[in-house]
């Protein structure tokens, strides 16, 4: 795998750049697990989280919990398959 700080953007007036590091957030049911949910999930289809890079923050009444994190990624189809892999969870409401 390439060094992150060796990834480089191809056309910097460009959207997304492939390989690329990229952030995804699912969010859920606060007694679902998410935190351990979704890196699980992320991991699963071979894509590498950035250590130390998921968040949690819980919604104003504690009903719902969002977890972000970091991850490189090698390509569109990749990416794609990532929000696929949270979305088919049924713990999961929603991604961004």
């Not at 959207?15 to 697990?33: H, N």
């Not at 998410?34 to 894509?47: D, H, S, Y």
Request: with cysteine.
């Amino acid at each position: 795998m390439k060094n992150l700080d060796s990834i480089q953007p191809q056309n910097p007036q460009q959207g997304f750049q492939f390989p690329g590091l990229f952030e995804i957030t699912a969010m859920g049911s606060a007694t679902a697990g998410l935190e351990q949910k979704v890196p699980r999930l992320i991991e699963g289809i071979g894509l590498a989280v950035l250590a130390g890079s998921v968040r949690v923050r819980p919604s104003r009444e504690g009903n719902y919990v969002s977890v972000a994190l970091s991850f490189t990624c090698p390509s569109r189809e990749k990416y794609d398959a990532a929000h696929a892999a949270l979305r088919a969870d049924p713990d999961i409401r929603w991604t961004l």
